[in-house]
């Protein structure tokens, strides 16, 4: 069958790609964000009460802290 994962990568690695040639950088670590930012993103995430995000409110704050690990 279709295999959607491999097309998602695939998409995530040529918008990298894209954006790399013309000199942006695409990890939140070229910036200097690490994890201490995630954590206290994380917190204050959960100090407003929040338990899910998004324009469907699909997305946990475990689900964020993922996304955001993943982007180091």
């Given at each position: 069958?279709?295999?959607?994962?491999?097309?998602?990568?695939?998409?995530?690695?040529?918008?990298?790609?894209?954006?790399?040639?013309?000199?942006?950088?695409?990890?939140?670590?070229?910036?200097?964000?690490?994890?201490?930012?995630?954590?206290?993103i994380e917190k204050r995430l959960r100090d407003r009460g929040?338990?899910?995000?998004?324009?469907?409110k699909d997305l946990t704050i475990?689900?964020?802290?993922?996304?955001?690990?993943?982007?180091?």
């Amino acid at each position: 069958g279709f295999d959607h994962t491999a097309v998602i990568d695939e998409s995530i690695r040529r918008t990298e790609e894209f954006f790399e040639c013309m000199g942006i950088k695409t990890h939140l670590s070229d910036y200097g964000i690490g994890m201490d930012t995630i954590d206290l993103i994380e917190k204050r995430l959960r100090d407003r009460g929040l338990h899910y995000i998004g324009r469907c409110k699909d997305l946990t704050i475990d689900d964020v802290r993922g996304i955001l690990e993943s982007r180091l």
